[in-house]
């Protein structure tokens, strides 16, 4: 969840501010449903995921995590990339990294590690879920340690922009792209943590940011 243009970029693109907690006027895309493509990320906000999103522990509190939070941005330095460019990740359209992209998949290996111990165990029903993809033996053993197959050596760092989509919706959604580009910056850097909230609608919020300064 960045700050600045991109962000409001974002909250345009999506139809939702998870830093402003408000709903965005999305532009029409002619012939398609623009809040149908991006209904699946609207729910968070514009953002990349470092550790994905989980309950809290028995016996943890969200104090207890915002201080863990603090300390790790404190001693963990920004993670930087060449660049970001538009690609298509499995069926939807996502920003992911130009060049080396060591130092942010570093970061999220460190969130995914350090923040850990404030993970509830995921339900029955989300891991037959997270199986029904049809894991290999890496991702079942990241699924049975960290509650996500995606993480650590098959963690891709993107920004997604769309749901599942068509060649003919992919289409028009980079000619939407091409019209209202993303401002990205070159360099591009995650600077910040952000702690975001599932609030009972389903819809994501950010809670606080935490600049890593280490």
């Known amino acids: 969840m960045p700050e600045g243009p991109l962000a409001r970029w974002g909250g345009r693109w999506l139809g939702w501010d998870a830093v402003e907690g408000c709903a965005v006027p999305q532009p029409p895309i002619p012939g398609h449903d623009r809040a149908r493509l991006t209904a699946a990320p609207r729910r968070y906000g514009l953002h990349a995921t470092l550790k994905p999103p989980f309950r809290l522990a028995p016996g943890r509190t969200e104090a207890e995590l915002a201080a863990a939070l603090a300390a790790l941005a404190a001693r963990t330095a920004p993670a930087v990339a060449p660049a970001l460019t538009v690609a298509r990740l499995g069926g939807f359209l996502a920003l992911v990294p130009e060049g080396d ?21 995921p339900s ?7 199986r029904a993809a049809g894991l290999d033996a890496e991702e079942e053993a990241n699924l049975q340690r960290w509650g996500y197959p995606w993480v650590m050596d098959r963690f891709r760092f993107h920004v997604t922009l769309s749901g599942p989509v068509t060649e003919a919706e992919a289409d028009a959604l980079r000619a939407a792209l091409a019209a209202d580009p993303p401002p990205l910056p070159r360099p591009f850097a995650v600077a910040a943590l952000a702690h975001a909230v599932e609030g009972p609608d389903g819809l994501f919020r950010l809670r606080h940011r935490y600049a890593l300064t280490g």
């Open 124 to 130: 029955a029903a989300e891991i037959a879920r997270r």
């Open 101 to 121: 992209e060591a130092a942010l998949s570093g970061l999220a290996a460190l969130c995914v590690e350090q923040l850990d111990p404030f993970r509830a165990p």
